[in-house]
Protein backbone atom coordinates (compact mmCIF):
# COMPACT_ATOMS: atom_id res chain seq x y z
CA UNK A 1 0.00 0.00 0.00
CA UNK A 2 1.33 3.12 -0.94
CA UNK A 3 2.15 5.56 2.33
CA UNK A 4 -0.22 8.60 2.30
CA UNK A 5 1.68 12.30 1.37
CA UNK A 6 3.61 13.72 4.26
CA UNK A 7 2.57 17.43 3.39
CA UNK A 8 -1.30 18.07 2.74
CA UNK A 9 -3.02 21.32 1.58
CA UNK A 10 -3.43 22.68 5.37
CA UNK A 11 0.52 22.51 5.79
CA UNK A 12 1.45 24.54 2.52
CA UNK A 13 -1.39 27.24 3.73
CA UNK A 14 0.07 27.08 6.92
CA UNK A 15 3.79 27.39 5.92
CA UNK A 16 2.78 30.27 3.55
CA UNK A 17 1.36 32.27 6.53
CA UNK A 18 4.16 32.08 8.03
CA UNK A 19 6.45 32.60 5.12
CA UNK A 20 8.94 29.93 6.56
CA UNK A 21 9.12 26.11 5.06
CA UNK A 22 10.65 23.83 8.16
CA UNK A 23 13.70 22.09 7.11
CA UNK A 24 17.04 22.73 5.00
CA UNK A 25 15.94 23.17 1.43
CA UNK A 26 18.64 23.33 -1.45
CA UNK A 27 18.22 26.65 -3.40
CA UNK A 28 16.19 25.80 -6.93
CA UNK A 29 17.76 24.43 -9.91
CA UNK A 30 18.06 27.03 -12.75
CA UNK A 31 15.20 25.20 -15.08
CA UNK A 32 12.87 25.71 -12.25
CA UNK A 33 13.89 29.48 -11.76
CA UNK A 34 13.75 29.99 -15.22
CA UNK A 35 10.12 28.28 -15.15
CA UNK A 36 8.74 30.17 -12.25
CA UNK A 37 10.59 33.56 -13.32
CA UNK A 38 8.45 32.64 -16.87
CA UNK A 39 5.64 33.96 -14.95
CA UNK A 40 6.30 37.17 -15.61
CA UNK A 41 6.41 37.04 -19.13
CA UNK A 42 3.51 37.23 -21.75
CA UNK A 43 1.95 34.01 -22.25
CA UNK A 44 3.87 33.63 -25.91
CA UNK A 45 7.55 34.58 -24.22
CA UNK A 46 6.03 31.94 -21.54
CA UNK A 47 5.38 29.18 -23.48
CA UNK A 48 8.50 29.63 -25.53
CA UNK A 49 10.58 29.07 -22.33
CA UNK A 50 8.35 26.23 -21.09
CA UNK A 51 9.27 24.77 -25.07
CA UNK A 52 12.60 25.15 -24.54
CA UNK A 53 12.59 23.63 -21.23
CA UNK A 54 10.44 20.41 -22.04
CA UNK A 55 12.96 19.64 -25.04
CA UNK A 56 16.22 20.33 -23.34
CA UNK A 57 17.05 22.92 -25.70
CA UNK A 58 19.83 25.39 -24.32
CA UNK A 59 18.77 28.28 -22.03
CA UNK A 60 20.71 31.35 -19.82
CA UNK A 61 22.43 29.98 -16.78
CA UNK A 62 24.95 32.24 -14.78
CA UNK A 63 27.77 30.72 -12.13
CA UNK A 64 26.48 30.03 -8.71
CA UNK A 65 22.88 29.79 -9.64
CA UNK A 66 19.97 32.57 -9.83
CA UNK A 67 19.99 32.85 -6.34
CA UNK A 68 23.21 34.40 -6.16
CA UNK A 69 21.10 36.78 -8.52
CA UNK A 70 18.36 37.52 -5.69
CA UNK A 71 21.39 38.41 -3.07
CA UNK A 72 22.98 40.66 -5.40
CA UNK A 73 19.69 42.74 -6.46
CA UNK A 74 18.45 42.26 -3.01
CA UNK A 75 21.99 44.15 -1.61
CA UNK A 76 21.45 46.84 -4.32
CA UNK A 77 17.96 47.42 -2.89
CA UNK A 78 19.53 47.81 0.53
CA UNK A 79 22.28 49.87 -0.41
CA UNK A 80 20.05 52.24 -2.08
CA UNK A 81 17.87 52.64 0.80
CA UNK A 82 20.52 53.42 2.72
CA UNK A 83 22.01 56.18 1.02
CA UNK A 84 18.61 57.55 0.10
CA UNK A 85 18.57 58.21 4.46
CA UNK A 86 19.43 61.35 5.61
CA UNK A 87 21.35 60.68 8.94
CA UNK A 88 24.17 58.76 6.57
CA UNK A 89 27.15 60.72 7.09
CA UNK A 90 29.65 61.19 4.08
CA UNK A 91 32.37 59.17 5.12
CA UNK A 92 29.94 56.25 5.08
CA UNK A 93 28.26 57.08 2.32
CA UNK A 94 31.08 57.18 0.00
CA UNK A 95 31.59 53.46 1.18
CA UNK A 96 28.34 52.14 0.28
CA UNK A 97 28.46 54.40 -3.02
CA UNK A 98 31.69 52.29 -4.46
CA UNK A 99 30.08 48.92 -3.34
CA UNK A 100 26.41 49.84 -5.08
CA UNK A 101 28.17 50.84 -8.18
CA UNK A 102 30.45 47.69 -8.04
CA UNK A 103 27.28 45.40 -7.42
CA UNK A 104 25.50 47.08 -10.18
CA UNK A 105 28.18 46.58 -12.87
CA UNK A 106 27.99 42.86 -11.27
CA UNK A 107 24.18 43.02 -11.92
CA UNK A 108 24.71 44.25 -15.45
CA UNK A 109 27.46 41.73 -16.46
CA UNK A 110 24.41 39.13 -15.13
CA UNK A 111 21.98 41.08 -17.53
CA UNK A 112 24.23 40.45 -20.36
CA UNK A 113 24.62 36.45 -19.24
CA UNK A 114 20.65 36.54 -20.00
CA UNK A 115 19.51 38.75 -22.10
CA UNK A 116 22.49 38.31 -24.69
CA UNK A 117 23.95 34.63 -23.94
CA UNK A 118 26.35 33.08 -26.02
CA UNK A 119 25.43 29.13 -27.42
CA UNK A 120 21.72 29.72 -26.09
CA UNK A 121 19.75 31.93 -28.55
CA UNK A 122 20.25 31.52 -32.29
CA UNK A 123 22.44 34.72 -33.27
CA UNK A 124 22.14 34.42 -37.31
CA UNK A 125 19.32 35.37 -39.74
CA UNK A 126 18.77 32.18 -40.95
CA UNK A 127 18.99 30.95 -37.28
CA UNK A 128 17.15 33.21 -36.13
CA UNK A 129 14.11 32.58 -38.63
CA UNK A 130 14.15 28.96 -38.12
CA UNK A 131 14.05 28.98 -34.32
CA UNK A 132 11.34 31.66 -34.91
CA UNK A 133 9.71 29.17 -37.56
CA UNK A 134 9.77 26.50 -34.45
CA UNK A 135 8.84 29.03 -32.03
CA UNK A 136 11.12 28.44 -29.86
CA UNK A 137 13.00 31.40 -30.56
CA UNK A 138 12.79 34.24 -27.46
CA UNK A 139 12.83 37.75 -28.30
CA UNK A 140 14.68 40.42 -26.65
CA UNK A 141 11.66 42.40 -24.56
CA UNK A 142 11.34 38.94 -23.31
CA UNK A 143 14.57 38.09 -21.82
CA UNK A 144 14.62 41.43 -20.30
CA UNK A 145 11.15 40.03 -18.53
CA UNK A 146 13.07 37.28 -17.60
CA UNK A 147 15.87 38.97 -16.12
CA UNK A 148 13.58 41.66 -14.40
CA UNK A 149 11.71 38.29 -12.78
CA UNK A 150 15.25 36.30 -12.13
CA UNK A 151 16.15 38.86 -9.80
CA UNK A 152 12.68 38.05 -7.75
CA UNK A 153 14.10 34.15 -7.58
CA UNK A 154 12.66 32.31 -4.79
CA UNK A 155 15.81 32.17 -2.15
CA UNK A 156 15.56 30.93 0.98
CA UNK A 157 16.94 33.07 3.76
CA UNK A 158 17.30 35.86 1.39
CA UNK A 159 15.99 38.35 3.87
CA UNK A 160 18.00 37.08 7.27
CA UNK A 161 21.36 37.23 6.46
CA UNK A 162 21.75 41.37 6.50
CA UNK A 163 20.24 43.58 9.08
CA UNK A 164 20.34 45.88 6.31
CA UNK A 165 16.92 44.93 6.13
CA UNK A 166 15.67 47.16 8.68
CA UNK A 167 17.68 49.98 7.75
CA UNK A 168 16.19 53.26 7.03
CA UNK A 169 14.92 53.10 10.81
CA UNK A 170 14.52 56.20 12.78
CA UNK A 171 17.14 54.11 15.54
CA UNK A 172 19.85 53.18 12.03
CA UNK A 173 20.00 56.68 11.20
CA UNK A 174 20.51 58.27 14.39
CA UNK A 175 22.95 55.16 14.90
CA UNK A 176 24.81 55.59 11.63
CA UNK A 177 24.81 59.48 12.65
CA UNK A 178 27.27 58.46 15.91
CA UNK A 179 29.23 55.79 13.62
CA UNK A 180 29.95 58.28 11.67
CA UNK A 181 31.34 61.47 13.30
CA UNK A 182 33.73 58.08 15.03
CA UNK A 183 34.50 56.88 11.45
CA UNK A 184 35.30 60.61 10.22
CA UNK A 185 37.97 60.95 13.48
CA UNK A 186 39.24 57.64 13.18
CA UNK A 187 40.14 56.81 9.57
CA UNK A 188 38.80 55.27 6.70
CA UNK A 189 39.01 51.67 8.09
CA UNK A 190 36.58 52.11 10.24
CA UNK A 191 34.42 53.78 7.99
CA UNK A 192 34.43 50.14 6.13
CA UNK A 193 33.60 48.43 8.92
CA UNK A 194 30.70 50.13 9.52
CA UNK A 195 29.61 49.81 6.22
CA UNK A 196 30.38 46.15 6.73
CA UNK A 197 28.03 45.94 9.79
CA UNK A 198 25.20 47.66 7.59
CA UNK A 199 25.61 45.53 4.98
CA UNK A 200 25.45 42.51 7.26
CA UNK A 201 29.00 41.07 6.25
CA UNK A 202 32.50 40.48 8.23
CA UNK A 203 32.45 38.75 11.20
CA UNK A 204 30.95 42.07 13.00
CA UNK A 205 27.77 41.67 11.58
CA UNK A 206 25.60 41.15 13.98
CA UNK A 207 22.58 38.81 13.69
CA UNK A 208 19.02 39.82 13.88
CA UNK A 209 16.75 39.41 16.12
CA UNK A 210 14.04 36.90 15.44
CA UNK A 211 16.29 35.81 12.34
CA UNK A 212 15.36 32.71 10.79
CA UNK A 213 16.42 29.29 13.06
CA UNK A 214 18.80 26.98 11.54
CA UNK A 215 16.98 24.15 9.68
CA UNK A 216 14.05 26.56 8.69
CA UNK A 217 13.86 28.65 5.17
CA UNK A 218 12.05 31.84 5.20
CA UNK A 219 11.16 34.00 2.52
CA UNK A 220 9.21 37.55 1.93
CA UNK A 221 5.62 36.64 1.87
CA UNK A 222 3.44 33.85 1.01
CA UNK A 223 3.42 34.08 -2.47
CA UNK A 224 7.41 33.79 -2.79
CA UNK A 225 7.01 30.55 -0.13
CA UNK A 226 4.07 28.98 -2.14
CA UNK A 227 6.60 29.61 -5.35
CA UNK A 228 9.84 27.98 -3.66
CA UNK A 229 7.36 25.21 -2.54
CA UNK A 230 6.08 24.65 -5.83
CA UNK A 231 10.06 24.51 -7.57
CA UNK A 232 11.91 22.44 -4.61
CA UNK A 233 9.21 19.69 -5.22
CA UNK A 234 9.16 19.79 -9.25
CA UNK A 235 13.05 19.74 -8.84
CA UNK A 236 12.64 16.37 -6.99
CA UNK A 237 9.90 14.91 -9.76
CA UNK A 238 12.28 15.77 -12.42
CA UNK A 239 15.54 15.07 -10.61
CA UNK A 240 14.36 11.29 -9.41
CA UNK A 241 15.79 8.52 -11.53
CA UNK A 242 12.42 6.98 -11.38
CA UNK A 243 10.57 9.79 -13.06
CA UNK A 244 12.62 9.18 -15.95
CA UNK A 245 12.73 5.45 -16.13
CA UNK A 246 10.54 3.46 -18.88
CA UNK A 247 8.12 2.77 -15.67
CA UNK A 248 6.63 6.44 -16.31
CA UNK A 249 6.91 6.53 -19.64
CA UNK A 250 3.07 7.04 -20.10
CA UNK A 251 2.78 9.45 -17.34
CA UNK A 252 6.04 11.41 -18.56
CA UNK A 253 3.50 11.62 -21.65
CA UNK A 254 0.52 13.10 -19.72
CA UNK A 255 1.43 15.89 -18.04
CA UNK A 256 3.57 18.90 -18.59
CA UNK A 257 5.73 19.60 -15.81
CA UNK A 258 7.96 22.38 -16.82
CA UNK A 259 4.43 24.28 -18.01
CA UNK A 260 2.52 23.28 -14.77
CA UNK A 261 5.22 24.95 -12.50
CA UNK A 262 5.69 28.31 -15.13
CA UNK A 263 1.38 28.26 -14.97
CA UNK A 264 1.45 28.20 -11.40
CA UNK A 265 4.25 31.04 -11.13
CA UNK A 266 2.19 33.03 -13.68
CA UNK A 267 -1.38 32.95 -11.46
CA UNK A 268 0.63 33.46 -8.13
CA UNK A 269 2.52 36.28 -9.34
CA UNK A 270 -1.28 37.27 -10.89
CA UNK A 271 -2.70 37.01 -7.30
CA UNK A 272 -0.06 39.09 -5.43
CA UNK A 273 -0.44 42.02 -8.14
CA UNK A 274 -4.22 42.00 -7.74
CA UNK A 275 -3.38 42.28 -4.27
CA UNK A 276 -1.30 45.14 -4.13
CA UNK A 277 -3.59 47.01 -6.61
CA UNK A 278 -6.43 46.55 -4.13
CA UNK A 279 -4.29 47.52 -1.12
CA UNK A 280 -3.67 50.65 -2.87
CA UNK A 281 -6.86 51.63 -3.94
CA UNK A 282 -8.35 50.58 -0.46
CA UNK A 283 -5.77 52.65 1.11
CA UNK A 284 -6.23 55.53 -1.46
CA UNK A 285 -9.92 55.54 -1.28
CA UNK A 286 -10.91 53.60 1.91
CA UNK A 287 -12.43 56.60 3.91
CA UNK A 288 -15.57 55.95 1.32
CA UNK A 289 -17.65 53.25 3.13
CA UNK A 290 -19.04 51.73 -0.22
CA UNK A 291 -15.91 51.78 -2.24
CA UNK A 292 -14.39 49.91 0.93
CA UNK A 293 -16.81 47.53 0.76
CA UNK A 294 -16.92 47.03 -2.70
CA UNK A 295 -13.02 45.85 -2.37
CA UNK A 296 -13.76 43.75 0.26
CA UNK A 297 -16.63 41.83 -2.02
CA UNK A 298 -13.55 41.73 -4.36
CA UNK A 299 -10.79 39.95 -2.50
CA UNK A 300 -13.31 37.45 -1.27
CA UNK A 301 -14.47 36.17 -4.66
CA UNK A 302 -10.78 36.10 -5.34
CA UNK A 303 -9.92 34.10 -2.65
CA UNK A 304 -11.26 30.75 -3.77
CA UNK A 305 -8.52 31.31 -6.34
CA UNK A 306 -5.40 30.95 -4.02
CA UNK A 307 -7.22 27.88 -2.94
CA UNK A 308 -7.04 26.20 -5.90
CA UNK A 309 -3.60 27.28 -6.31
CA UNK A 310 -2.40 25.37 -2.83
CA UNK A 311 -4.24 22.53 -4.35
CA UNK A 312 -2.70 22.05 -7.54
CA UNK A 313 1.06 22.72 -5.46
CA UNK A 314 -0.13 19.91 -3.13
CA UNK A 315 -1.16 17.56 -6.39
CA UNK A 316 2.97 18.65 -7.27
CA UNK A 317 3.68 17.51 -3.95
CA UNK A 318 2.50 14.06 -4.20
CA UNK A 319 4.03 13.44 -7.28
CA UNK A 320 7.05 13.83 -5.95
CA UNK A 321 6.13 11.36 -2.41
CA UNK A 322 4.94 8.90 -4.81
CA UNK A 323 7.56 8.82 -7.58
CA UNK A 324 10.27 9.02 -4.39
CA UNK A 325 8.74 5.39 -3.29
CA UNK A 326 8.36 4.38 -6.41
CA UNK A 327 12.18 4.78 -6.37
CA UNK A 328 12.70 3.12 -3.94
CA UNK A 329 10.68 -0.21 -5.04
CA UNK A 330 12.83 0.20 -8.23
CA UNK A 331 16.07 0.02 -6.39
CA UNK A 332 14.71 -3.38 -5.10
CA UNK A 333 14.00 -4.90 -8.05
CA UNK A 334 17.29 -3.99 -9.08
CA UNK A 335 18.77 -5.86 -6.20
CA UNK A 336 16.45 -8.92 -7.09
CA UNK A 337 17.65 -8.91 -10.55
CA UNK A 338 20.76 -8.71 -9.47
CA UNK A 339 20.11 -11.51 -7.34
CA UNK A 340 18.84 -13.72 -9.57
CA UNK A 341 21.74 -13.14 -11.65
CA UNK A 342 23.88 -14.64 -9.29
CA UNK A 343 21.93 -17.74 -8.75
CA UNK A 344 22.22 -17.85 -12.49
CA UNK A 345 25.88 -17.82 -12.29
CA UNK A 346 25.76 -20.65 -9.17
CA UNK A 347 23.22 -22.95 -10.81
CA UNK A 348 25.88 -22.72 -13.67
CA UNK A 349 28.83 -23.38 -11.98
CA UNK A 350 26.75 -26.27 -9.88
CA UNK A 351 25.92 -27.69 -13.04
CA UNK A 352 29.31 -27.92 -14.70
CA UNK A 353 30.04 -29.30 -11.07
CA UNK A 354 27.50 -31.58 -10.60
CA UNK A 355 27.52 -31.56 -7.05
CA UNK A 356 24.38 -30.21 -5.89
CA UNK A 357 21.46 -28.43 -7.06
CA UNK A 358 19.76 -24.74 -6.70
CA UNK A 359 16.76 -24.90 -4.48
CA UNK A 360 13.50 -24.71 -6.70
CA UNK A 361 12.11 -23.18 -3.47
CA UNK A 362 14.38 -19.73 -3.25
CA UNK A 363 13.79 -19.31 -6.88
CA UNK A 364 10.10 -19.44 -6.25
CA UNK A 365 10.59 -16.94 -3.61
CA UNK A 366 12.62 -14.42 -5.51
CA UNK A 367 10.14 -15.18 -8.42
CA UNK A 368 7.45 -14.08 -5.78
CA UNK A 369 9.41 -11.15 -4.90
CA UNK A 370 9.92 -9.56 -8.16
CA UNK A 371 6.19 -10.31 -8.84
CA UNK A 372 5.15 -8.49 -5.39
CA UNK A 373 7.65 -5.24 -6.67
CA UNK A 374 6.37 -4.80 -9.92
CA UNK A 375 2.88 -5.05 -8.49
CA UNK A 376 3.40 -2.31 -6.24
CA UNK A 377 4.73 0.02 -9.13
CA UNK A 378 1.58 -0.39 -10.60
CA UNK A 379 -0.05 1.13 -7.68
CA UNK A 380 2.29 4.15 -8.00
CA UNK A 381 1.52 4.38 -11.22
CA UNK A 382 -2.29 4.50 -10.46
CA UNK A 383 -1.78 6.77 -7.35
CA UNK A 384 0.50 8.94 -10.10
CA UNK A 385 -2.75 8.96 -12.83
CA UNK A 386 -4.77 10.23 -10.23
CA UNK A 387 -2.31 13.22 -9.13
CA UNK A 388 -1.64 14.22 -12.50
CA UNK A 389 -5.63 14.76 -13.55
CA UNK A 390 -5.61 16.97 -10.09
CA UNK A 391 -2.27 18.92 -11.52
CA UNK A 392 -4.48 20.88 -14.47
CA UNK A 393 -7.56 22.20 -13.95
CA UNK A 394 -10.21 20.74 -16.23
CA UNK A 395 -11.49 24.45 -17.09
CA UNK A 396 -8.65 27.28 -16.96
CA UNK A 397 -9.47 30.21 -14.41
CA UNK A 398 -8.64 33.38 -15.85
CA UNK A 399 -7.35 36.08 -13.34
CA UNK A 400 -8.17 39.45 -13.32
CA UNK A 401 -4.96 41.81 -13.88
CA UNK A 402 -2.75 40.46 -10.80
CA UNK A 403 -3.94 39.45 -5.74
CA UNK A 404 -2.47 37.84 -2.46
CA UNK A 405 -3.78 35.21 0.15
CA UNK A 406 -5.25 36.60 3.57
Not at 298 to 303: K, M, V, Y
Not at 349 to 373: P, Y
Request: proline letters at 5%.
Amino acid sequence: MVEQPQVTTAQIRDWCDRSRVPGDRPELTDTASLLIAAGYLTPAGRAIVVRRASTNRPLPAIDGGFGELRRLQRVIAQTEHQLAGPMVPGVVAAVLRNRLNGANRRREDLRKQVVNPKGVFAGGTRAIRRERRENVYLEIDERERLFAGLTCTPTPNVNSSSPMRRAGTVAMDRLAGVVGQVAAKSGSPQAEQWANQLLGVGREAAPLAGATAPGNASFVDGYETVLFIAGHYYDRVVGNPAWRSDHFAAQRTQVNLQAELAEIAADVIALRAVRIDLDRSKRDAGFDAAFAEQIDQRETTLRPVWTELLDRVQALVEVAHVVESAAIELRILAEYDKAATIDDRIDQLIARSGDREISADNSRRLTEQVRSGEEQLRIYRDVLQGNIARLSPAVPRELPARYEPS
